[in-house]
């Protein structure tokens, strides 16, 4: 069992910045991959980014390329997404997840674990 809790979500100005942490239980976090998702009233679930245990492998949406970078503290457990020049439409639940099989792959259905979500809210 893994447990996942999140932080850093709040409310920001466009053009802003946020960065998100989440944090793992367990001693297996370094195997696993981990993604980032959002969530807005009445929408799916969708990816953000993804990061495989290793770190080495990164995968954004194309929404957030170049704006968002995903991150890994395999030593403190920690999942981090920054998130720069944010844009109101970035405003959503922002959930972290972990895949075990250590892919950190942009498909939902590939991810075990769930945090509880985090709101983001960019004002315009």
């Known amino acids: 069992q893994v447990q996942l809790v999140e932080s850093g979500g709040g409310l920001v100005q466009a053009g802003g910045s946020l960065r998100l942490s989440c944090v793992a239980s367990?001693?297996?976090?370094?195997?696993?991959?981990m993604g980032w998702f959002r969530q807005t009233p009445g929408k799916e679930r969708e990816f953000v980014a993804g990061?495989?245990?290793?770190?080495?492998?990164?995968y954004y949406a194309d929404s957030v390329k170049g704006r968002f970078t995903i991150s890994k503290d395999n030593a403190k457990n920690t999942v981090y997404l920054q998130m720069n020049s944010l844009k109101p439409e970035d405003t959503a639940v922002y959930y972290c997840?972990?895949?075990?099989?250590?892919?950190?792959?942009?498909?939902?259905?590939?991810?075990?674990?769930w945090g509880q979500g985090t709101q983001v809210t960019v004002s315009s």
């Open positions: 990061i495989n245990w290793s770190g080495g492998s990164t």
């Open positions: 367990g001693r297996t976090f370094s195997r696993h991959g």
């Open positions: 997840a972990a895949d075990l099989y250590g892919r950190g792959s942009t498909a939902s259905r590939s991810y075990d674990y």
